[in-house]
């Protein structure tokens, strides 16, 4: 496609539920990125792959959220358990390489019940 | 650890008026960029401008510009003629060239263009 999509667009879940988050980069990107932006914040950094790697999951903030990219392409973001301290957008990022411009989707809209 | 912050959480300009929104910024690095992103209520953050650290003219773009000041770790946006599309929620960013990779942003800065 043209540019990053995300999919859902919203999602609406209960507390303790399981759900999964799509990425879609732009054709040919082999940095992907994950962000998380809470009300009134900017976006923080989660995790970012460079191939089929993650290269720095550092800002994921604990063993309920992973996020994986098995072909190159596609990610999804998966978050168990989830809390209400997790209700957020979610952005996802692509970049024709690790030092390039960063082009983000529109984002999911997670609420946790 | 880099740090960017936006001390300025909502400003208004009159149609056709001119805006700067401030950003400020910490780190140790050399060679950086900084970003100037829009994002509306749609959520798609629109990349408005970027400056690479190692160039001293400030860049532009169209109505665009930024006042950058290495020294003071100062990044500016102005916004000349001020449209009532302009109206949306502005952050600052920063990414270093080596290393992390990642961006860092502001809290944000809710411009609103007033008709």
């Known amino acids: 496609g043209a540019g990053v999509s995300q999919t859902p667009s919203n999602k609406v879940t209960e507390k303790g539920k399981y759900v999964e988050l799509r990425c879609d980069p732009i054709?040919?990107?082999?940095?992907l990125y994950w962000y998380r932006q809470s009300l009134g914040q900017g976006p923080e950094f989660l995790i970012y792959f460079q191939g089929t790697g993650a290269a720095d999951d550092s800002g994921l903030p604990n063993d309920r959220f992973f996020a994986v990219r098995p072909e190159g392409s596609v990610s999804t973001l998966k978050i168990q358990r989830t809390e209400r301290g997790d209700s957020a957008v979610y952005l996802c990022a692509s970049s024709l390489g690790l030092a390039g411009e960063q082009f983000f989707g529109p984002g999911t809209r997670l609420t946790v019940l | 650890a880099q740090t960017v912050t936006q001390s300025q959480p909502e400003m208004s300009v009159q149609e056709a008026e001119t805006v700067t929104l401030s950003c400020t910024y910490d780190?140790?690095?050399?060679?950086?960029?900084l970003f100037w992103y829009k994002q509306p209520p749609s959520r798609q953050m629109i990349l408005v401008i970027r400056q690479e650290a190692y160039k001293q003219q400030n860049a532009t773009e169209n109505r665009f510009s930024v006042n950058f000041q290495k020294a003071a770790k100062s990044f500016s946006l102005k916004i000349s003629d001020s449209q009532l599309g302009d109206t949306a929620m502005y952050f600052c960013a920063f990414f270093a060239t080596s290393g992390t990779y990642k961006y860092i942003f502001g809290t944000g800065t809710r411009l609103k263009v007033l008709a």
């Open positions: 780190t140790s690095e050399s060679n950086y960029y």
């Open positions: 054709s040919g990107h082999t940095a």
